[in-house]
């Protein structure tokens, strides 16, 4: 005869029994995490075009500009005008057009957001306008070097000869006539040399305009090293 089996002995069999069968259950989870998987690389593939027509829509034509008897001036349009507004190139003529220096110019044009033509509708390209530049502006190459590493650093920087100075450079995010510039710049090259008299008159220039005096260095390969100066009493 076989024994009753005692109540507590088949309750522990039958928890014994359960955990076998949930141990060999085929898991859900794997499944889920498929799924999502996919559902996930679903939704990144439809999400992936609109953030390329998003960047094809802001993307903005080059401006047309015009090289003029050692100028340049841009066509009379609304992205003519937000070189100016935004980041104060040129200066705003009345009939809605934007007068470019030569450096100016240069720096757009190799940034390809400026194209620029001659008299016979011909385009100019990057060498033929530094050419033109080098033979219209002494000492430009080391100008333009300085003038080209300031942008890039995100440096609103200006022309400065009414003050004595090659340029004048502005605190990050403040545009001339929202306050004065806080530096004027004399771009060298590191191969020149300076008397202490040359030297004296650049220090007299900052002091006199209340601005900060600094000497940007070019070496050959165009790197710009800048040393700032300042009066001390001993």
Known sequence: TIEEVPKNVSCIMFCILKCFKNLFKPPNISLYFIFMTSKKK????????????????????????????????????????ELY????????LDDGRVQLSLIES????????????????KEI????????????????????????????????????????????IYDRGVKPGEDHARWVVFPVHEASTLTWYEFS??????????????????????DCTYWEVRWLRP
Do not use: M
């Not at 075009?49 to 609304?78: C, G, M, Q, W």
């Not at 507004?85 to 705003?92: A, I």
């Open 106 to 121: 240069l720096y757009l044009a190799e940034k390809k957001k400026l194209v620029i033509f001659d008299s016979r509708n």
């Open 42 to 81: 679903e939704e990144s593939e439809e999400v992936l075009p609109k953030k390329e027509e998003k960047e094809t829509k802001e993307h903005k034509e080059p401006v047309k500009a015009y090289f003029s008897k050692e100028r340049v001036l841009t066509e009379s349009s609304d992205n003519g005008r």
């Open 125 to 168: 390209n990057f060498e033929t306008l530094l050419k033109k530049s080098q033979k219209a502006e002494p000492n430009f190459w080391v100008r333009y070097c300085v003038f080209k590493d300031i942008r890039n650093r995100g440096y609103i920087i200006k022309t400065a000869l009414k003050f004595g100075a090659d340029f004048r």
């Open 201 to 222: 008159a650049k220090n007299r220039v900052a002091h006199s305009t209340k601005k900060r005096l600094r000497i940007g260095c070019v070496d050959d390969e165009g």
């Open 85 to 92: 507004n935004q980041s104060r190139y040129g200066e705003l």
